[in-house]
């Protein structure tokens, strides 16, 4: 993408309000398919029991579980910024103290206004590992987060750049979606682990383990119950998977719309071109940003391999697009924007 072609602000924000409401109803939706589908396969499992056994009626899980995904998505929706920054460790700086953190805050607000957004909070994060990340519900509950590896590796241009991709975060509304993708991870995942202790422990429904009539009903269950069953519960081992994977693939594809909103705002792409190859070829391990947050930073600070390439499959199991590939649209926009100044071009590593 071009700087000289205008990015779309307001098409970007909508369709990520529109993608969000989806995942919301897409999210109580399945909660509520884990719930009324249990309750369906217990009825079936039970009708045939003894009159003084239990009989499932009353679809008590479904209606648990479609209130509980309720408030756990307005709860995510509501505490998810706070809870990825908590993650993290990061501390916010509201007095800068040395120069370090006085250029940061300045970086923030100058990017703040060449985006024309309120100036985010500003957050720092110890790690020698260079990294960033932006999390908010909106504009005006934004928060920025920078390592102290990358205040120590980059130059003023390269974290302005930086900072500026962030902000396009921002401005795009992404951090409202990734943001609550990443509070849902966070919770399926806590669920999902329960469940396999309960599994694990050897759950079993009384009715089935009884005899008599209810031994003989368990002998006729139908073929639709048992795939249904079996449907059931790799729904909820594969919970945690499909929403991380989902996380993945939402976020990979706004990477280069932030990088294009970086040259935009910063009127040199050089500069983030600059920055995204030394954050790549840092050998710092990341101790502080987690799985769960991980699809929020400018760079995968997992190190994972899917990362590193290009295709369908990349697209679906890598968090970011290929750091070289992402350099060398930067340095394409910058070669494009010297020649039309009618600057002299050098080649750069």
Known sequence: MAMSQPINFFAQQDANRRRTRWLVVTFILFFAWLGFGGDWI???????????????AFPWMGTVLTVFAA???AYAWHTGPTKVLWSTGA????????????RLVNVVEEMAIAAGVPKPRVWLIDDADPNAFATGLDAERAHVAVTTGLLTLCTRDELQAVIAHEVGHI????VRLMTFLAALVGAVALIADGLGRTLRSGFRFGAVTGGGKSRGKRDNVGPLVLVLLAVWLLSWLLAPMVTRLLALGVSRKREFL????????TRNPLALASALDKIEHAAEPTTSIKRG???LCIADPL???SSLREGKLADFFGTHPPMALRVARLKAMGYQERKREGQPIQATA
Do not use: V
């Open 71 to 73: 408030l756990l998505a």
């Open 258 to 265: 932030a990088d294009a909103m970086s040259a935009q705002f």
């Open 42 to 56: 217990l009825w079936e499992l039970t009708r045939g029991a003894p009159p003084n056994a239990y009989r499932h």
């Open 171 to 174: 401005k795009n509304l992404d």
């Open 303 to 305: 190190g994972r391999k």
């Open 91 to 102: 501390r916010e700086i509201e007095t800068p103290a040395g120069d370090a953190e006085t």
């Open 293 to 295: 947050a991980a699809h």
